[in-house]
């Protein structure tokens, strides 16, 4: 009776994983959506196929496309709008309709395009400094705002470079603020 008292007693490798599995489940199981309650509302857990497409939406290349197609469409409407409101009158002559709407398709063109080619390239700089900074804050569009203007102005030589970078950082700079708000 001691003998048996004192003898301890192991478990075989079969009792443990029943063991386990009545303790933790099966972790072989899949669960599409997992809601965890939390204090101000349930938090429901993404399924793959979501955050892949999330990841897509969210990527520096799709920003820079939606930049630049959105860039295109405003700057397609400010220079209609421009050439509207005052032709150009080239010559002393009456112009006809279709040489003004020559006109107005180059002006709104050449708008459109400049502003599609500022918003794809601030967009792809500041997604490209927020990756690699690892931080959404107001200094990524500072940042992206001095180098999109620096390359802007340097067309035009180092002095305005330097004008564009420090007006284009400062104009980014107020709208963030105006936008969310913070600093």
Not at 77 to 85: E, K, N, T
Request: proline residues 2%; hydrophobic residues 40%.
């Amino acid at each position: 009776m001691e003998n048996t008292s004192e003898q301890k007693r192991a478990f075989t490798s079969e009792e443990w994983i029943s063991l386990t599995n009545y303790f933790v489940g099966n972790n072989q199981r899949f669960r599409e959506n997992i809601v965890i309650p939390k204090n101000l509302g349930p938090v429901v857990i993404k399924t793959n196929e979501e955050k892949a497409v999330e990841a897509f939406f969210e990527s520096c290349a799709f920003k820079s496309m939606m930049s630049c197609v959105i860039g295109y469409g405003l700057g397609a409407a400010i220079g209609l709008f421009s050439s509207s409101v005052g032709p150009s009158a080239t010559s002393v002559e009456q112009q006809t309709a279709k040489q003004v709407f020559k006109e107005m398709k180059t002006a709104t063109l050449g708008y459109a395009k400049n502003f599609a080619l500022i918003g794809l390239m601030f967009s792809a700089v500041e997604c490209t400094i927020e990756s690699a900074r690892g931080k959404s804050d107001w200094r990524n569009g500072t940042y992206a705002g001095g180098v999109t203007g620096g390359l802007i102005g340097l067309r035009a030589g180092v002095k305005a470079g330097i004008f564009g970078a420090a007006g284009f950082a400062a104009f980014s700079t107020a709208i963030d603020y105006y936008m969310h708000g913070r600093f």
